[in-house]
T-cell receptor
Framework: KAGVTQTPRYLIKTRGQQVTLSCSPI?????VSWYQQTPGQGLQFLFE???????NKGNFPGRFSGRQFSNSRSEMNVSTLELGDSALYLC??????????????FGPGTRLTVL | DQQVKQNSPSLSVQEGRISILNCDYT??????FLWYKKYPAEGPTFLIS?????DKNEDGRFTVFLNKSAKHLSLHIVPSQPGDSAVYFC???????????????FGTGTLLAVQP
């Protein structure tokens, strides 16, 4: 079974631009969560989608948005990029809608650099 | 406000010895705790978990201990192997959501280096 895939793996943008990151969960998984990892901050929860609905949202500004499609693939968008948005963005997928912690799988991440 | 804290950014241990990674939390509503391991250029992988109703969970070389009164958990790796060298993240789930989310709150991670 293929794992969680994220595209692109690396991205360089300049301040003010916008960016879209993509996540394809494991086949059959309906829950997708997004996290931002920066040095010294660990992983910060961005949002979670289940069956195309946003179930939970972290404390990030409105510039960060996401969506989930009917095939469970998810995208996140960051508009008006700032230098502080440089980070590793991780996506995690889970089969069930309720916490089933052993089954939450992470992708390799997208490394975003904002210049 | 960091609800999950890993106060040791790094830890160095000799091969064959015990590695002890610590984690403190502040939210008494956390009902499930997990440890993830992360290698560079890869996503975190699940290692071991523990429910708040238990105080110990063991899986092979890995044991997690939970002290609810102290709001502290620790991960013991015995014996440590060079392949265990990675960043270890402690994470928690907030039970106040009633199980309706997969959101995890992560600590900042501890870099474990196991010396041959």
């Amino acid at each position: 079974k293929a794992g969680v895939t994220q595209t692109p793996r690396y991205l360089i943008k300049t301040r003010g631009q916008q960016v879209t990151l993509s996540c394809s969960p494991i086949s059959g998984h309906r829950s997708v969560s997004w996290y931002q990892q920066t040095p010294g901050q660990g992983l910060q929860f961005l949002f979670e989608y289940f069956s195309e609905t946003q179930r939970n949202k972290g404390n990030f500004p409105g510039r960060f948005s996401g969506r989930q499609f009917s095939n469970s693939r998810s995208e996140m968008n960051v508009s008006t990029l700032e230098l502080g948005d440089s980070a590793l963005y991780l996506c995690a997928s889970s089969q069930t809608g309720t916490p089933s912690y052993n089954e939450q799988f992470f992708g390799p991440g997208t490394r975003l650099t904002v210049l | 406000d960091q609800q999950v804290k890993q106060n040791s950014p790094s830890l160095s241990v000799q091969e064959g010895r015990i590695s002890i990674l610590n984690c403190d939390y502040t939210n008494s509503m956390f009902d499930y705790f997990l440890w993830y391991k992360k290698y560079p250029a890869e996503g975190p992988t699940f290692l071991i978990s523990i429910s708040s109703i238990k105080d110990k969970n063991e899986d092979g070389r890995f044991t997690v201990f939970l002290n609810k009164s102290a709001k502290h958990l620790s991960l013991h790796i015995v014996p440590s192997q060079p392949g265990d060298s990675a960043v270890y993240f402690c994470a928690a789930s907030d039970g106040s959501y009633g199980g309706a989310t997969n959101k995890l709150i992560f600590g900042t991670g501890t870099l474990l280096a196991v010396q041959p």
